[in-house]
């Protein structure tokens, strides 16, 4: 009886996969259409962690099907798709040939991923590459491109998609990651994942796709997102960040990184790159543009007394003269006595911002925009005002300064209040005091007295 088993077995063995990869790539396409309540069944029979958002359980539920794929599984999938659609357990079973992925026949390897349910990788072949210009992150300095700009391609006509690429680190870079990792955890050389939209006329900020998610070498990549839970398929407002994968890399070996992005497809498309970074602090960058700025001083000042000029001209169709202009030296971020007076270059007005607080606010939120006229100041753009700063030497106790219209200007020192003194003397009298007499002239008193209303009785 054994040997008719092997017999059998050894004469269909060839055949008897086909089936099985065809239920796991229909199993996948029931998974990408499952509900919350359908995936957080799913995990919880498999005794997996069910809690997070849709784009998470997808994920995790997918990860099952790949490392932890059994008949009892595959099952619970058919089942809860027949719960689903109103289907009896045959029907579902007929019907998941009908739902097997199609993968668009782009490329060789197309083909082969869809003989093997295993979704497209990339390794910079030119079919999707892709010529996006993404902004410079001036906390980053690039030192190696991983991946040029490639495109995200959608594999099959579900919501949810998932493309796969692999790379490899050289020997150099894996020594600079290795040597960017200081003794308190911190990681300054990092390898960064960078996704926007694909428009390729202008520059592109990070964007996140809707229901993004990120796998290297099969372990999920956290990081911060700002999707809105009661409108699917909208991306987030906020600004994105880069997402550092360099906790997952592979650095033991000289083996290849695989890298899974899972997005939901609602027609925007999106490309994404690979960068080696070193990330730079507040210090360095405050550092830098001093450094720069000491070379050009005189034409900071320059430009300062051309805007002075500029605001005092006299309008000869203008009934109001304008004598004297009054600029702060209190910086509108921190409500502070500005220390390094800058602006950006396209500004048009003399007051400054403190270099150190409005690069440190953009180290949190990355929005660079001059608080001052609210329009875009990157920090490329940046310079420290030479005049600002020899004024704020020269006047250590004032708060504002006037310029007039031939270029001079005088301090303006904060008025201080005197107190006032009537030569009273006061005494506090409580409620409860019930033998006080509120100022009885027969017992000769010429104090005023003062009730406290606070006591509680």
Same mark, same amino acid.
Request: aromatic share 8%; hydrophobic share 35%.
């Given at each position: 009886?054994?040997?008719?088993?092997?017999?059998?077995?050894?004469?269909?063995?060839?055949?008897?996969?086909?089936?099985?990869?065809?239920?796991?790539?229909?199993?996948?396409?029931?998974?990408?259409?499952?509900?919350?309540?359908?995936?957080?069944?799913?995990?919880?029979?498999?005794?997996?962690?069910?809690?997070?958002?849709?784009?998470?359980?997808?994920?995790?539920?997918?990860?099952?099907?790949?490392?932890?794929?059994?008949?009892?599984?595959?099952?619970?999938?058919?089942?809860?798709?027949?719960?689903?659609?109103?289907?009896?357990?045959?029907?579902?079973?007929?019907?998941?040939?009908?739902?097997?992925?199609?993968?668009?026949?782009?490329?060789?390897?197309?083909?082969?991923?869809?003989?093997?349910?295993?979704?497209?990788?990339?390794?910079?072949?030119?079919?999707?590459?892709?010529?996006?210009?993404? #902004?410079?992150?001036?906390?980053?300095?690039?030192?190696?491109?991983?991946?040029?700009?490639?495109?995200?391609?959608?594999?099959?006509?579900?919501?949810?998609?998932?493309?796969?690429?692999?790379?490899?680190?050289?020997?150099?870079?894996?020594?600079?990651?290795?040597?960017?990792?200081?003794?308190?955890?911190?990681?300054?050389?990092?390898?960064?994942?960078?996704?926007?939209?694909?428009?390729?006329?202008?520059?592109?900020?990070?964007? &996140?796709?809707? &229901?993004?998610?990120?796998?290297?070498?099969?372990?999920?990549?956290?990081?911060?997102?700002?999707?809105?839970?009661?409108?699917?398929?909208?991306?987030?407002?906020?600004?994105?960040?880069?997402?550092?994968?360099?906790?997952?890399?592979?650095?033991?070996?000289?083996?290849?990184?695989?890298?899974?992005?899972?997005?939901?497809?609602?027609?925007?498309?999106?490309?994404?790159?690979?960068?080696?970074?070193?990330?730079?602090?507040?210090?360095?960058?405050?550092?830098?543009?001093?450094?720069?700025?000491?070379?050009?001083?005189?034409?900071?000042?320059?430009?300062?007394?051309?805007?002075?000029?500029?605001?005092?001209?006299?309008?000869?169709?203008?009934?109001?003269?304008?004598?004297?202009?009054?600029?702060?030296?209190?910086?509108?971020?921190?409500?502070?006595?500005?220390?390094?007076?800058?602006?950006?270059? #396209?500004?048009?007005?003399?007051?400054?911002?403190?270099?150190?607080? &409005?690069?440190?606010?953009?180290?949190?939120?990355?929005?660079?925009?001059?608080?001052?006229?609210?329009?875009?100041?990157?920090?490329?753009?940046?310079?420290?005002?030479?005049?600002?700063?020899?004024?704020?030497?020269?006047?250590?106790?004032?708060?504002?300064?006037?310029?007039?219209?031939?270029?001079?200007?005088?301090?303006?020192?904060?008025?201080?209040?005197?107190?006032?003194?009537?030569?009273?003397?006061?005494?506090?009298?409580?409620?409860?005091?019930?033998?006080?007499?509120?100022?009885?002239?027969?017992?000769?008193?010429?104090?005023?007295?003062?009730?406290?209303?606070?006591?509680?009785?």
């Amino acid at each position: 009886m054994s040997l008719r088993g092997a017999h059998w077995g050894s004469r269909f063995s060839g055949k008897r996969r086909e089936p099985k990869m065809a239920e796991q790539s229909a199993a996948k396409n029931m998974i990408l259409g499952f509900r919350i309540s359908e995936l957080q069944a799913l995990l919880r029979f498999a005794g997996r962690n069910k809690s997070g958002l849709k784009h998470e359980l997808v994920s995790r539920a997918l990860q099952l099907l790949r490392t932890s794929c059994s008949a009892e599984i595959l099952k619970k999938i058919q089942d809860l798709h027949a719960q689903r659609n109103g289907l009896t357990p045959t029907n579902a079973q007929s019907q998941q040939l009908l739902s097997a992925p199609t993968f668009p026949l782009h490329s060789s390897e197309a083909a082969l991923n869809a003989r093997t349910s295993v979704p497209i990788c990339h390794t910079g072949k030119d079919d999707t590459k892709s010529k996006v210009r993404l #902004t410079k992150l001036p906390f980053y300095e690039i030192l190696d491109d991983l991946m040029k700009p490639t495109d995200l391609v959608p594999t099959s006509s579900e919501r949810i998609q998932e493309n796969q690429f692999s790379f490899t680190l050289t020997e150099k870079q894996r020594e600079q990651i290795i040597a960017g990792c200081s003794k308190n955890g911190v990681q300054s050389v990092q390898l960064q994942l960078r996704i926007c939209h694909t428009d390729t006329e202008f520059m592109q900020e990070d964007q &996140y796709p809707p &229901y993004l998610s990120v796998k290297v070498n099969s372990r999920v990549c956290p990081f911060t997102s700002y999707f809105s839970s009661n409108k699917p398929g909208v991306e987030p407002k906020r600004p994105c960040r880069p997402i550092d994968v360099t906790p997952l890399l592979n650095l033991t070996s000289r083996g290849a990184n695989y890298l899974n992005v899972f997005w939901g497809h609602f027609t925007t498309r999106y490309s994404m790159v690979l960068h080696l970074v070193r990330q730079h602090r507040v210090a360095e960058l405050l550092h830098k543009l001093q450094a720069n700025e000491t070379r050009a001083s005189e034409i900071s000042r320059e430009l300062s007394k051309y805007l002075i000029r500029k605001k005092l001209r006299l309008e000869p169709d203008n009934d109001v003269t304008t004598t004297g202009l009054r600029v702060s030296l209190m910086c509108s971020l921190g409500k502070i006595r500005l220390s390094v007076p800058c602006r950006g270059i #396209t500004c048009t007005h003399l007051q400054c911002f403190d270099a150190a607080l &409005y690069i440190q606010m953009n180290e949190k939120k990355p929005t660079w925009m001059c608080p001052v006229c609210d329009k875009p100041a990157p920090y490329e753009l940046l310079f420290v005002d030479q005049l600002f700063l020899d004024i704020l030497k020269e006047c250590e106790d004032a708060t504002e300064v006037q310029f007039k219209d031939d270029g001079s200007w005088s301090p303006i020192k904060p008025d201080k209040q005197p107190q006032k003194n009537f030569g009273h003397k006061y005494s506090i009298v409580e409620l409860e005091d019930s033998n006080n007499q509120f100022g009885n002239p027969a017992n000769g008193k010429s104090d005023m007295d003062v009730i406290d209303l606070t006591v509680d009785c």
